[in-house]
Each structure stands twice: as structure tokens, then as C-alpha cells.
């Protein structure tokens, strides 16, 4: 039959698929309930082959942006739990910005007041996402011994804990749940997600908490692993000459309780500079806009690159999103001003 000849036919009632039964739906009771499950992606167009394959786990997908909702989450909720923290109480901590975002959304959902001690170097969005938030926000101006800030929020949360009643210094330099948290939960994710061994773990320190978490859990299925620790020039965790360093969530002015060296086979240390460019070349190979951190993996998986060989395979942890460092590691006169720094460190 021709087009013409079947005009003003009537046409067959579309087939309609089935109405499923009701079933139970998929809605969450808060933002916590959709941390985790974030995914893995390969990065074939920043590390092309052949090569090494390389992995990255975009922890930076987490609904507050960072790795660091999972830890908060775990910590406030086994405190509510176990009675260490009290219903309506108080929860004080030093943080430099993504934990202390994460523990206000905690507060927030839980109904806790939080105080979050921060320093000049804190960035103004997080102060105030902080305080959107609804948390208060202590500021401390003295540098430490250390030439950092680190000591002095310590020495501020200290004091507050003191003069709160009933307040709790949450730690996660010392907290147990810190790590557990990584354990149960990317650790978990990552045994669950890969089925040919990875090589190689590749993840920035801080607290320590995360890859120690991640290692044990992932050893558990995959025991050849070797562990490679990424942290800041300048940081003093395994035992490094302080010096200054700008980019937060990376390094320490101080050794974690947490850290056990032991189970770290490698530390490579990487510069604000290398962190920034590095940050730089995977948005424009990858389309992935991560934190100063992640610039700081991808450094020094490249620095490793070269004795590595064809059948390894490298996973990553990306941390967070890169919109809380617009204004240093994305901003021109920023990153130009640390090249300077870098050129003539007699100026500082």
C-alpha cells in the first residue's frame, strides 16, 4: 500500500508498557542517606596507553563535595548512638574546610550545634558555607611553633570544650571512626567494584584516616597491594622538615595518632605548584574538576608512571571538588605567585 492510499486509515492504539506493582520507593529521609556508591572511572585521556591503566575513585561525587561526608557521618551518628554524643548537644573541631562542612551537615540533620575552629587560611567560601550551615565559626589568627595554624585551632578547640557544657571534641586526628569510616565504606565500595586486582593505591594524607581505611579493607581482597601515601611539601606526618604550604586538606603540621607508617610502603611529596598544574591538566583531559588533593595524586602517579609496568594497574582516591579552590589552585595570579615562592624561597 502505497503513503497515499493509507491516509485516513485508522492507526493501531500504541502499545503501552505494563504499570509496574508499587514497590518500595527509592527516597531518602536526608542528604547523608546519599553518601557512598560513588563511581570509578578509568582516565584514559590523561594517561593514555600503553601504560598502566589508572583508576580514579571520584570520592569528590559525595553530596557535600568531599570524601569527608562519610567520615562525619559515621562519627556523629556511632557517637548518637553509643551516647558519646548527647541529643541536642555540642560537637567542636578543627577542620581547614571539607570536614568541617561535612560535621555541619551532620550537625544540621542530627539537630547538634556545631563549632568549627578555622584559620586566615581558610577559604572565605568555606567560612561561609560553614555559617549557611549553621555553624559557628571560630577564626584563630596566631600562627604555632610550627609556623602553621594547626596547634593553635587545637589549643582554641581545646578551650571551647572546656567552657561548653557537654561539649565533644570530635578528633579525627585520633578517632577511631575516622578510619572505619573508609573502611566500611570506600574500601568496601572499591573491593565491591573492582574484580582484577589493582596494583597500586595512590591517596593523599591528612589525618591518615582515609587511606588507612581504604589499604585494610582492600587488602583484605586484594593482599599484593602496595599502599602509596601522597602529601604535601612541607608537611611533617612521616617526619619532613616543616615548611609553608597553601593548599588545604593535605599535609599536616603535626603526626596523626591514626598513622601507622608501617602500613604505608611509599610517600611521594608534592608542591602546591605541581598539585595546581596537575589539578589543571586533568579538567581539561578528563572533564573532572577536583580539589588541590587530587591535582597532588595525579602528580605523583606521574612521577611513578616511569618504572611501573604495562600489566600494573594504579587506582586513585580523588577527594573533593575543585569549586571550594577557585580562588588559589584555578586562579592564574595565584598559581603564578606560588611559582615565584617556589623560584626564590629566601622571600618567604
Not at 508499587?22 to 557512598?36: A, N
Request: with cysteine.
Amino acid at each position: 500500500m502505497t503513503a497515499e492510499k493509507a491516509v485516513g486509515l485508522p492507526h493501531p492504539p500504541p502499545i503501552r508498557a505494563p504499570i509496574p506493582e508499587p514497590t518500595r520507593e527509592s527516597v531518602h529521609e536526608s542528604l547523608f542517606d546519599c553518601i557512598g556508591d560513588t563511581p570509578v572511572v578509568a582516565l584514559r585521556r590523561l594517561f593514555p596507553g600503553p601504560g598502566p591503566e589508572v583508576l580514579a575513585k571520584l570520592e569528590l561525587m559525595n553530596p557535600g563535595g568531599s570524601m569527608k561526608d562519610r567520615s562525619a557521618r559515621h562519627i556523629v551518628e556511632a557517637g548518637l548512638a553509643d551516647g558519646s554524643i548527647r541529643p541536642g548537644g555540642t560537637v567542636v573541631e578543627s577542620s581547614s574546610g571539607n570536614f568541617g562542612i561535612a560535621l555541619a551537615m551532620a550537625a544540621l540533620v542530627h539537630g547538634l550545634r556545631f563549632v568549627c575552629v578555622v584559620d586566615p587560611k581558610t577559604t572565605s567560601a568555606n567560612k561561609a558555607l560553614l555559617r549557611r550551615l549553621g555553624a559557628t565559626v571560630e577564626t584563630v589568627t596566631e600562627p604555632d611553633e610550627a609556623g602553621g595554624y594547626l596547634h593553635t585551632r587545637i589549643r582554641r578547640v581545646r578551650e571551647l570544650t572546656a567552657e561548653i557544657p557537654g561539649a565533644v571534641w570530635v578528633n579525627q586526628y585520633a578517632n577511631d571512626r575516622n578510619w572505619q569510616a573508609f573502611y566500611h565504606g570506600t574500601g568496601a565500595e572499591l573491593a565491591r567494584q573492582l574484580v582484577r586486582p589493582p596494583s597500586y593505591l595512590f591517596a593523599p594524607v591528612s589525618t591518615s584516616g582515609s587511606i588507612l581505611g581504604c589499604a585494610r579493607r582492600l587488602r583484605e581482597t586484594f593482599p599484593d597491594l602496595r599502599v602509596v601515601a601522597v602529601d604535601a611539601a612541607g608537611s611533617v606526618i612521616f617526619g619532613g622538615a616543616p615548611a609553608p604550604r597553601e593548599i588545604p586538606g593535605i599535609g599536616s603540621s603535626r603526626v596523626p595518632e591514626l598513622l601507622r607508617p608501617e602500613e604505608i610502603d611509599e610517600v611521594v611529596h608534592v608542591d602546591d605548584v605541581e598539585a595546581a598544574e596537575n589539578c589543571r591538566e586533568l579538567l581539561a583531559a578528563e572533564g573532572v574538576f577536583a580539589g588541590g588533593s587530587s591535582g597532588a595524586v595525579v602528580a605523583a602517579i606521574r612521577r611513578t608512571l616511569p618504572r611501573l609496568g604495562p600489566g600494573d594497574r594504579v587506582l586513585a582516591i580523588f577527594p573533593d571538588r575543585g569549586d571550594r579552590y577557585l580562588d588559589m589552585v584555578y586562579d592564574d595570579a595565584w598559581l603564578e605567585s606560588m611559582r615565584a615562592r617556589r623560584r626564590s624561597p629566601a622571600t618567604l
